[in-house]
């Protein structure tokens, strides 16, 4: 299933040309040149994060996508099967999604690390690019869920990313919010993310608690809303 996925996001011309031309120029090089001509310099730790964010908010877009064609047609019958087909199926495309966009990654960090003189940890990169890995395969569940119950709800959904992206600390410390927002951007795991990226020392292994209870949860949302969705024979039936 992964290789068939796979193949189907790679034969797209569409789909390479968003990863290797517009998101590692359209979604990282306007807030550098931002900080750059506020500060000076071009920020190891703001490339990386800004990489970082567009690994996710790219993954989880593709997947939402091609759900949603999925969901449009008869094809989903074929991944409600069994009671884990669905959830390999998910699994899988995430998969498939991530490790499309994951070279591009690492080469748009490689080059801005030469272009702007960084001096970028790679296996620190690694680290990061694997939790966003992780927080990617738990979103793409919770969204699942959500998608089964809520045909038409790409909007909410494209309003919910710009502000993820406001919380979860990609251009500024969390610690500069007011108490209350800063608890809850650190319920999202991409702020968990984020906030190692600045200070390696931040304990994230309790967090990895909360990220299994998420996991559980979503599970248990993915087959609520899978009873829901054969129980009214489909979102036209």
């Given at each position: ?63 939402v996508n ?134 390696p020392s ?36």
């Amino acid at each position: 299933m992964f290789r068939l996925l796979f193949l189907s996001l790679a034969r797209n011309k569409w789909n390479l040309v968003k990863i290797f031309l517009l998101s590692p120029f359209n979604m990282i090089l306007p807030p550098l040149f931002i900080g750059m001509a506020i500060s000076g310099y071009v920020d190891e730790g703001t490339t990386l994060r800004l990489c970082l964010w567009s690994c996710f908010s790219f993954s989880i877009f593709e997947v939402v996508n091609r759900r949603m064609e999925t969901f449009n047609t008869e094809k989903i019958q074929d991944v409600m099967i069994s009671a884990t087909s669905l959830f390999s199926f998910s699994f899988f495309q995430t998969c498939a999604v991530n490790v499309l966009y994951i070279p591009s990654l690492f080469i748009t960090l490689f080059l801005y690390n030469i272009i702007f003189n960084l001096k970028i940890d790679f296996a620190f990169a690694c680290l990061c690019v694997f939790l966003v890995f992780i927080n990617n395969l738990l979103m793409s569940y919770i969204l699942l869920a959500v998608q089964m119950k809520t045909p038409n709800y790409f909007n909410r959904f494209n309003f919910l990313m710009d502000v993820i992206y406001a919380l979860c600390g990609v251009l500024y410390p969390i610690e500069i919010m007011p108490i209350f927002i800063k608890y809850i951007a650190r319920i999202l795991p991409i702020t968990n993310i984020m906030e190692f990226s600045y200070s390696p020392s931040v304990e994230i292994t309790h967090r990895f608690v909360m990220w299994v209870g998420f996991f559980v949860l979503s599970f248990l949302l993915v087959r609520s809303s899978k009873r829901k969705y054969l129980h009214s024979g489909g979102f036209y039936g």
